[in-house]
T-cell receptor, first 115, second 112 residues
Framework: GAGVSQTPSNKVTEKGKYVELRCDPI?????LYWYRQSLGQGPEFLIY????????DSGLPNDRFFAVRPEGSVSTLKIQRTERGDSAVYLC?????????????FGPGTRLTVL | KNQVEQSPQSLIILEGKNCTLQ??????????LRWYKQDTGRGPVSLTI?????NTKSNGRYTATLDADTKQSSLHITASQLSDSASYIC???????????FGAGTRLFVKA
């Protein structure tokens, strides 16, 4: 594809449910990032993958959050036992290499609403 | 602790006017600073990137400046257009921890 895609674009769930958010990065990009953005705030770093491995997961808020990238391409962010405070836009980005000077290209985000 | 501070929080200007957005950071050691534009409902898109040795970078009507000594950056928008209405986010990456820190953004509204 031409850019980073994320599905679904919107997800409404009930408190306590499990959700999965998917990210398809730009083909050939080895680095993939997940961010969470609350209304009126900048994106907050969650996790960074280099290839299949999580190079930095220090931004995950607690053990209800988990992300995988089993084949080094598509990534899934998984949230267990969702809480109302998890409501936000979840952004995915990819880049050719690691952070440094490589531009991160962002997807449109998944808007998660926990009722 | 917020390591990237942006001002103003929001700004309203008339079409055709210029404006300047500010970014102060404490992220260290510094690798690069980017300005992103984020339209409503979309992901951020990079406008400019500057490394330590660069103090100005232009992209069309957007000009970013960087003072690495005072740890300040600005984004100047010339002859604003209605399509410039968006959030502008300052992003700083450090070299040590490979962390990318986003500011909260400045919400710009351009009125006809």
């Amino acid at each position: 594809g031409a850019g980073v895609s994320q599905t679904p674009s919107n997800k409404v769930t009930e408190k306590g449910k499990y959700v999965e958010l998917r990210c398809d990065p730009i083909s050939g990009h080895t680095a993939l990032y997940w961010y969470r953005q609350s209304l009126g705030q900048g994106p907050e770093f969650l996790i960074y993958f280099q290839g299949t491995g999580a190079a930095d997961d220090s931004g995950l808020p607690n053990d209800r959050f988990f992300a995988v990238r089993p084949e080094g391409s598509v990534s899934t962010l998984k949230i267990q036992r969702t809480e109302r405070g998890d409501s936000a836009v979840y952004l995915c980005a990819s880049s050719l290499g690691g952070f440094q000077n490589n531009e991160q290209f962002f997807g449109p985000g998944t808007r998660l609403t926990v009722l | 602790k917020n390591q990237v501070e942006q001002s103003p929080q929001s700004l309203i200007i008339l079409e055709g006017k210029n404006c300047t957005l500010q970014c102060n950071y404490t992220v260290s050691p510094f690798s690069n600073l980017r300005w992103y534009k984020q339209d409503t409902g979309r992901g951020p898109v990079s406008l400019t990137i500057m490394t330590f040795s660069e103090n100005t970078k232009s992209n069309g009507r957007y000009t970013a400046t960087l003072d690495a000594d005072t740890k300040q950056s600005s984004l100047h928008i010339t002859a604003s257009q209605l399509s410039d209405s968006a959030s502008y986010i300052c992003v700083v990456t450090n070299t040590g921890g490979f962390k990318t820190i986003f500011g909260a953004g400045t919400r710009l509204f351009v009125k006809a």
